[in-house]
């Protein structure tokens, strides 16, 4: 892009600041670790992968101005340093560090003299980022029962209904886990096949389950999976050890190799998105047997955070899902010992709620995925006797249904759930 824009930014006042003499935009965004700048011109700052140093221009006129803009929304993870160059920076010299770390910010300096030297007229968070539109349908795949292990899928549709055993394509395997990906699209991966796989199978916009993938990173069962930044996802955690091991998914689909994860290692975890482009990870076991109730926060660039100390039952082998117009999450079900029926709900800011009393037959080893938007659902799971294709619908407000009995095709536990679609 290139032109001249001869009005400022808006300001989060709705206030225009008049410029001088227009900006030139750069057409190149930068995504390098120096950048040098001129008078006149604005830039598109990416720091998807590094901090970059700006340096502006060592002489300067009053009224000369420089925009800088956060292409990515990623200085809040990696910021942008300013090298006033021999001149001033709001009346203080240049041995001052002048740095802008909040995702999403547009810096408008203009130089006003030597003495207070460059001065920000603007420098607000564009706090309306775009957000994704929420999947519309869910989708269960794989798992397990005394007959050995699956490779079939089952379609639920926007209001929540889920269909009969569709064959699908791809190993049949157990324990492994799922997320949606590039917006409208799920991806299925690792868990136990003959043994530990590493495997993925792309599930595409309308629903149709790809065949293997070869797997990066290493092979483990009983992880989890969740969604991030409005269109990427992530494996995390699991057996070997067990691990606190993670492997990103782009976009694209494409799975990264392992990279080392936040807080305590551990397996039979769960984990659900919240708020905007952010995500959580709760519960599960360590590596002896004992259960844990702790949760790990994930901001919009997927990088996972220290243990929070947890709030409800420890219990392993349970659900998380996403539901509500305004970005909720929840907790349910799992085995502390004995199966139990609880949730948790997880508010927009990823706060845990303490215990409530579920409703439906107390499980482990369940699925769940959002669907209709806003509403969710469970689904299979191990009731102590034996695996079940029970459901139990999760409305907008978190309140979870009764059971529905024998509408999901076959039994099995150990199955994984996401959505797609954004057609209802």
């Not at 502006?56 to 925009?67: C, E, F």
């Not at 041995?95 to 910010?105: A, D, K, N, P, Q």
């Not at 519309?136 to 899928?153: P, R, Y």
């Not at 969710?376 to 139990?392: E, L, Q, R």
Request: net charge neutral; proline share 2%; charged share 10%.
């Amino acid at each position: 892009m290139s032109g001249t824009v001869v009005s400022n930014v808006f300001r989060t006042s709705g206030v225009i600041a008049a410029t001088a003499a227009g900006i030139s935009f750069e057409s190149t965004v930068t995504t390098g670790t120096t950048l040098s700048v001129e008078a006149g011109k604005g830039y598109f700052i990416n720091t998807t992968s590094n901090i970059c140093t700006v340096t502006l221009p060592s002489s300067a006129a009053a009224g000369d101005q420089i925009v800088l803009v956060d292409f990515a929304r990623t200085w809040g993870t990696n910021k942008i340093v300013i090298d006033s160059n021999g001149l001033n920076f709001q009346g203080q010299d240049d041995t001052y560090t002048v740095e802008y770390g909040t995702s999403g910010v547009t810096v408008n300096i203009v130089y006003s003299g030597s003495s207070k030297g460059w001065t920000p007229i603007s420098d607000d968070v564009v706090t309306d980022a775009p957000v994704a539109p929420r999947t519309q349908k869910g989708i269960f795949a794989f798992g397990s029962n005394s007959s050995g292990k699956f490779g079939v899928s089952n379609l639920m549709n926007s209001s929540g209904v889920i269909g009969g055993d569709v064959s699908a394509v791809g190993t049949a395997h157990n324990a492994g886990a799922s997320c949606s990906y590039g917006g409208d699209k799920a991806i299925f991966g690792f868990g136990n096949s003959s043994g530990s796989t590493s495997v993925t199978n792309l599930i595409n916009s309308s629903g149709v389950v790809s065949s293997d993938v070869s797997g990066v990173g290493t092979g483990r069962g009983n992880l989890t999976a969740t969604g991030y930044g409005g269109d990427k996802g992530m494996f995390a955690y699991g057996d070997n050890g067990p691990s606190n091991t993670r492997n990103l998914v782009n976009s694209s689909g494409v799975v990264s190799a392992d990279a080392t994860g936040a807080g305590t290692a551990r397996r039979y975890l769960a984990a659900a998105g919240y708020g905007v482009g952010l995500a959580i990870f709760g519960y599960g076991r360590d590596g002896g047997s004992g259960n844990l109730s702790m949760t790990n926060l994930v901001n919009d660039q997927g990088v996972v955070g220290s243990d929070v100390s947890g709030v409800g039952t420890a219990r392993q082998a349970l659900g998380a899902v996403s539901y509500g117009s305004t970005g909720q999450a929840m907790f349910a079900y799992g085995a502390a010992g004995p199966e139990v029926s609880v949730k948790n709900l997880v508010n927009n800011v990823g706060v845990v709620s303490a215990d409530v009393t579920g409703v439906g037959t107390a499980r482990k080893g369940l699925a769940s995925a959002s669907y209709g938007g806003d509403k969710a659902a469970f689904c299979y799971g191990d009731s102590g006797p034996s695996p079940t294709s029970i459901s139990n619908l999760v409305s907008n407000s978190g309140v979870i249904a009764s059971d529905v009995t024998g509408a999901a095709g076959s039994t099995r536990v150990y199955v994984s759930g996401a959505g797609y679609s954004y057609s209802a």
